[in-house]
């Protein structure tokens, strides 16, 4: 992503911490049963081969959790005096841009999650914004508070 000689950044906004935290639980319920696997294996095998099970386990879940945390956090939409930039990271290796031109934006959406959005650790949900062409949409999803995000977008697009 390279920015125009006129071009300033306005906002960067990464994801909501919440559904990062559901993603932690249901990689540590998936880990559960290996856990509970060595633990009944516990009469048959020796004490080192146990440990060393458990330190396996162990590992191989900090990196995934590691790995998971680096993809969530890189993702980020840049809002500029110009353009809506959503960089969204599938792999360590790569990488989707997806813009908008401000002059182009249609319309702006925003979705929040269900019915406990008015709580602080809920108020995330999706900013889709819409362009003329309807392949160059902006979808930002696990936004925090899109309705400010959307409000923000459509005051700078006044400007």
């Known amino acids: ?16 911490y919440a559904p990062f935290v559901f993603y932690i639980l249901q990689t540590l319920a998936v880990s559960f049963p290996f856990y509970l696997g060595v633990y ?27 790995y998971m945390a680096l993809i969530y956090w890189l ?4 809002i500029t005096n110009k353009r809506v930039i959503f960089v969204d990271w ?8 997806s813009e908008a ?35 160059d949409n902006v979808v930002f999803p696990q936004a925090p508070r899109p309705n ?3 409000k923000f977008v459509t005051r700078i697009m006044n400007l």
């Open 1 to 16: 992503m390279k920015l125009s000689s006129d071009e300033k950044v306005l906002l960067v906004v990464y994801h909501h």
């Open 40 to 66: 009944f294996l516990h009469p048959v095998l020796p004490l080192r081969y146990i440990i060393y099970s458990y330190l396996a386990i162990s590992i191989i879940l900090l990196f995934v959790i590691i």
């Open 75 to 78: 993702d980020k939409l840049i």
């Open 90 to 97: 599938k792999y360590l290796t790569v990488k989707v841009e």
């Open 101 to 135: 031109n401000l002059c182009d934006i249609q319309d702006i959406i925003s979705v929040e999650n269900g019915m406990l959005s008015f709580l602080p650790f809920f108020q995330y949900g999706k900013l889709i914004v819409k362009t003329s062409a309807h392949t």
């Open 148 to 150: 400010i995000l959307k």
